[in-house]
């Protein structure tokens, strides 16, 4: 195979060369990126965006009358109105500006979970869950006496949709928070038909597309969820910077999550009251340039195109997936049948940690460890594995580097 698997629709060469750190090399070999997954690389588009912010126009937003605060507002909001055109939500106010999926999470379990959901619900969560996506409803269950249910997941990877029905029937699920796409295994969730489960028993539905969104096109009036949380690092963009949506009714009726300036209407030592949303929910300065950042890596996305974008990503997934499976001693992990770009395995005698400190020495970036997701590693008996995970700018040379890596390494332990 080639780089340009789908010439008609993705130019990888081009992509690389918006991209400068992919121009490095390690120890005299070609840097070899294989940990998107983890946080993805910058486009130059990003970069200058926040440069020339901070060099033409800084300044805090909202408050300021002067031009410059004018400016930043404006390019600061435009990113509201880019991430509610990414994700097909129909109101703009809809969009909070968070720091990540994880405090995305953790505004709904406080927010929703510790002041609409009561004593004696449940929340539903799947076995294939991130942290951050675990903790913060076990921290409600141990505060609000809150159900956690755990969905189980198959030998392949996939959510077990019968078994997962079955934990609503009783009534008593108040909430269902499931990954949109697995950090591990790759596995896309049917969203769309978890979500039509749960709205049948009564329940509200949250999806976790820190991985999803970056790889293919999410509607969520189309998937009819309720809440929908992704993280801008993952996207291209800039860290400290990350989004919920969330049906207005409901942000309508969730109390903040944070106090202090910008969430309020008005303040007095007897009461205060709070600001229309989203801005309840966007307590101080905001993460300013990186909310100029994210506009500039949808708006890179968006020119990309993401029909082109999961096309490219389909073919480097087989191919990993081919050339990984070939090499003996190598294991990887689920075999969904609608998966991402995202590749875990194991290699036989050998801990993950050393895998991934030898593929460095080739000048292969992959990750290592649990990957923030220790129960699902222990469904399939393992304490860690090494991850290898593709973006825009992945190549199938890059996934060959790999591949012939792993033999050398294998050879190293045999």
């Known amino acids: 195979m080639n780089d340009r698997t789908h010439p008609a629709l993705l130019d990888v060469a081009r992509i690389r060369a918006d991209f400068p750190i992919l121009g490095q090399k390690i120890r005299g070999k070609d840097l070899v990126f294989l940990d998107s997954a983890a946080s993805a690389q910058k486009p130059r588009a990003v970069i200058a965006a926040m440069t020339a912010a901070m060099e033409t126009q800084y300044a805090n937003v909202h408050r300021g009358l002067h031009w410059m605060s004018e400016r930043t507002t404006e390019a600061y909001e435009a990113a509201r109105d880019a991430a509610a055109a990414l994700m097909g939500a129909p109101d703009r106010h809809e ?209 990309i195109g993401y029909p082109a974008i999961a096309a490219h990503e389909a073919a480097l997934t087989e191919h990993a997936l081919s050339r990984l499976s070939a090499i003996e001693g190598v294991r990887i992990l689920g075999a969904a049948q609608d998966r991402g770009g995202v590749v875990s395995f194991v290699l036989d005698r050998a801990h993950a940690h050393d895998v991934a400190t030898l593929l460095d020495r080739f000048g292969i970036a992959v990750r290592a460890g649990h990957h923030c997701a220790e129960p699902l590693m222990h469904r399939f008996g393992l304490e860690s594995t090494a991850r290898a995970s593709f973006g825009v700018y992945t190549t199938t040379r890059e996934i060959d580097a790999l591949a012939d890596a792993l033999v050398r390494v294998r050879e190293f332990f045999a």
Do not use: C
């Not at 591990?184 to 009564?202: D, E, F, N, Q, S």
């Not at 998937?223 to 942000?251: C, M, N, Q, S």
């Not at 944070?258 to 007095?268: A, D, F, K, N, Y």
């Not at 009461?271 to 309840?280: D, E, F, L």
């Open 95 to 303: 969009i909070v500006f968070v720091r990540n999926s994880t405090e995305a999470l953790n505004l709904v379990a406080h927010s929703y979970g510790r002041h609409i959901l009561r004593p004696g619900q449940a929340v539903v969560i799947s076995a294939m869950e991130h942290h951050s996506n675990i903790v913060p409803w076990q921290m409600l269950r141990d505060e609000r006496g809150i159900e956690l249910r755990v969905a189980p997941i198959t030998d392949a990877g996939e959510l077990d949709m019968e078994a997962f029905e079955a934990l609503l029937e009783d009534g008593k699920v108040g909430l269902v928070s499931i990954t949109h796409m697995s950090n591990v295994l790759g596995t896309y969730t049917p969203a769309a038909r978890i979500a039509r489960i749960a709205h049948a028993h009564g329940a509200k539905v949250m999806f976790d597309g820190s991985q999803a969104i970056v790889h293919r096109a999410v509607d969520v009036r189309a998937i009819d969820a309720d809440f929908y949380a992704w993280t801008g690092h993952k996207l291209y963009g800039p860290t400290g910077i990350g989004v919920l949506w969330a049906r207005r009714e409901l942000l309508e009726a969730m109390p903040p999550f944070l106090g202090g300036g910008e969430m309020i209407s008005s303040v007095t030592y007897e009461k205060s009251t709070w600001a229309a949303v989203p801005h309840k929910f966007e307590a101080g300065t905001p993460a300013i340039l990186e909310g100029i950042g994210l506009k500039a890596a949808i708006d890179y996305i968006q020119a």
